[in-house]
């Protein structure tokens, strides 16, 4: 079947498109309904139907010849070490790891949190939940205790899973002060936690809480995969909102399944037995998705890299992983392309490895800009494909179709709307707009499955952010346009939201920080455009009247408290001092405007701007900084 039909089917029968895709994955009782849509908006796939995420991702495979088949390669150059596991060995490590969970009193609906590295552990911990119906939330490892509190008191977990440490190129980040931390502030406290103790650092454990991973494991009886509902929870996933109170996306286990195993052979257009690596981290969407289920969902070998695209030794490490383990298929963002250019131009390391195996490259996480994705084209000679998604739905929107009809690569775009996808563009009046006419993306319910159900413990909060702008479609929160070529091109947020290196942060989150401030009277964080990570957030503070520190110190300050609560993966680390803010009429600050100044584009005078000169002000503190750079 070509794309369109395929696309079509899929839009205007979406239950028999599913039903049929769902024949490829494995059910312990087929669903009473495909689409459950008597309580809309919320809408629920596979509804009746049980199944179980480990089951599909292990045993089946297990059972049915692929025992001895490589399933996990973990790569760690931080620690230089290669552990590789096949599907029997992950196996057994998750039953394991699923009875010591079952031990410690984690039962199916709990919620367990990982705080962990990049270690083999964190995807046994993630499958061992799925096995026994703990719902496992993962929290990125470069949060700052405040964040994991606040993620603690939304998902109450009943134990928490961490490791000593992490490596960050060659600085050890010690996790448990961290951890224990975040106990202390968040108002819920957990019963119990698991420590993964790494030989680069010993952490101290709190008598009765914590335990030792590998003691635990010593003594575990493994435990079986549990039914499940298609519709039970899978994961919650916190990612940035608004506000600094990060939203709890859920992710069900049918839809889920059902998804990801399609998007690997029509979109990856992987096969079983070969070999995917996602260079993320598991405490993102793509880790969650890419590196772990997916790829073991479609019976194919999966890389877990603990390093960097440079520096770990140097911006060959991406190639002589690709030569080393016989990888087909990279999913990265293009900020990991935009280092490994500028420390390697002329793609000196590309010529040192074998890349014989190597077939396609795909980048998500912000929009690839067309410098990159040549160089890529040029440097690594197979198809890169820019594709669009986003942690509420799991997998791609927009993509090009490595296994079902690839269609010629426009630069700047992620090209065409996958199967499942009602992409719309509407205007402010809810009417699509014509080709080539920038609007809001929106996607019309019922969302396809994988998709998130709902936000966690928040039915409402799911309605206001995603459903009640526009009623009947889901707001991507992206704005850009369809060309009449019906491609795709995603152009910049609607709300706060940045992506710096690929991660997604809110401004709006920074700024809350900013002003917990005793001298900040008001404050406005913006993106700006940064060469290496796409986009960096830069402060600018207000201070209250009477203030007569130190201006350098109080900006040190804030940059040190944004670090404290957020986390170094904010990479906040530009404030300045301003006199005054520029605002429209009713108060509101004109963020989009300071922006353009400083990246250096034109813009127009906002006719509801209070006091132009303002923007003369703020254009002078900006260039003392040094922006727009030249
Ligand atoms: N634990 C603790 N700290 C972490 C961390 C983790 N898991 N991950 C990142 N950090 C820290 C970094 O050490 C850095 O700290 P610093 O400010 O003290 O130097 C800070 O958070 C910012 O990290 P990052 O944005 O990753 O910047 P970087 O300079 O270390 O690396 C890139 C830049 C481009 C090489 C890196 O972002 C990268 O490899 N990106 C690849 C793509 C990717 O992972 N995308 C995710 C979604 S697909
Ligand atoms: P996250 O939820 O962290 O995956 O971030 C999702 C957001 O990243 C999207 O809403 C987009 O703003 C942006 N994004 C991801 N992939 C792309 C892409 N290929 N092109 C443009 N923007 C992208």
């Not at 630069?411 to 006419?437: F, R």
Request: aromatic share 10%.
């Amino acid at each position: 079947m070509s794309y369109k039909e395929v696309y079509k089917q899929s839009i205007e029968s979406p239950e028999t498109f599913w039903a049929n895709v769902a024949e490829d994955v494995q059910w312990y009782k087929k669903w009473d309904k495909v689409l459950d849509d008597s309580n809309k908006p919320f809408y629920r796939w596979f509804a009746g139907g049980e199944m179980n995420s480990c089951y599909n991702a292990l045993d089946y495979h297990v059972e049915n010849g692929r025992a001895d088949q490589l399933a996990l390669v973990y790569d760690s150059p931080v620690t230089d070490s290669i552990k590789r596991f096949t599907y029997r060995e992950l196996l057994d490590e998750v039953a394991r790891f699923a009875g010591v969970l079952a031990g410690q009193g984690v039962e199916k609906g709990d919620r367990v949190i990982l705080y962990m590295p990049m270690v083999p552990e964190a995807v046994i911990a993630m499958l061992a939940c799925a096995r026994i119906g703990a719902v496992h939330s993962v929290v990125f490892g470069g949060f700052a205790a405040n964040e994991l509190a606040t993620r603690i008191d939304d998902a109450k977990p009943k134990a928490i899973v961490s490791a000593s440490c992490g490596i960050e190129v060659t600085r050890v980040i010690s996790y448990k002060p961290l951890l224990d931390k975040a106990i202390e502030l968040a108002a819920y406290k957990p019963e119990k936690c698991i420590i993964l103790q790494r030989p680069q650092l010993e952490a101290t454990m709190v008598e009765g809480r914590d335990f030792g991973w590998a003691e635990l494991m010593e003594k575990a009886e493994p435990a079986d995969c549990v039914s499940l509902a298609a519709t039970d929870p899978l994961y919650i996933l916190y990612t940035s909102g608004t506000t600094g109170v990060p939203k709890g996306v859920v992710r069900d286990n049918g839809g889920h399944l059902v998804a990801l195993k399609w998007s690997m052979k029509y979109i990856y257009g992987v096969e079983p037995g070969d070999v995917y690596w996602a260079a993320s981290d598991v405490g993102w969407v793509v880790g969650h998705s890419y590196i772990v289920y997916a790829p073991l969902f479609h019976g194919c070998t999966t890389i877990l890299y603990e390093g960097k695209p440079v520096g770990t030794p140097d911006p060959g490490a991406f190639w002589r992983v690709i030569s080393d383990h016989g990888v087909n298929v990279l999913f990265t963002a293009p900020t990991a392309f935009r280092a490994i250019k500028r420390e390697d131009p002329k793609g000196e390391y590309v010529g040192k490895y074998d890349l014989s195996k190597f077939r396609a490259l795909f980048l998500a996480g912000e929009r690839c800009d067309p410098d990159t994705l040549h160089w890529a084209e040029d440097q690594l000679k197979v198809s890169v494909i820019d594709h669009w998604w986003q942690t509420e739905t799991g997998w791609p929107i927009g993509a090009n179709f490595a296994g079902l009809e690839m269609f010629p690569v426009k630069p700047g775009s992620a090209s065409l709307p996958v199967p499942g996808y009602n992409v719309q563009v509407l205007d402010e009046d809810h009417n699509e707009v014509s080709a080539g006419q920038i609007g809001a993306i929106v996607i019309k319910l019922p969302l396809p499955p994988g998709c998130l159900p709902t936000l966690w413990n928040n039915d409402e909060g799911y309605q206001n952010s995603y459903l009640r702008a526009f009623p009947g479609y889901y707001i991507t929160a992206d704005a850009g346009y369809k060309d009449t070529d019906g491609y795709l091109w995603i152009m910049s947020r609607t709300d706060d939201i940045i992506n710096v290196a690929g991660h997604r942060l809110s401004t709006g989150a920074m700024e809350e920080v900013l002003a917990a401030h005793p001298d900040v009277a008001e404050c406005a964080v913006i993106g700006v455009n940064d060469e290496l990570k796409g986009e960096v957030p830069l402060g600018t503070v207000v201070l209250n009247a009477g203030v007569e520190r130190d201006k350098d110190e109080i900006v040190k300050e804030v940059i040190k408290m944004v670090r404290e609560k957020i986390g170094p993966v904010a990479s906040f680390k530009i404030a300045t001092v301003v006199k005054r803010l520029p605002k429209t009429r009713s108060g509101k600050i004109l963020r989009g405007t300071m922006k353009k100044i400083a990246d250096g584009v034109e813009y127009k005078m906002p006719a509801t701007i209070d006091d132009p000169v303002i923007l003369d002000e703020i254009a002078e503190d900006l260039a003392a900084l040094g922006y727009p750079h030249k």
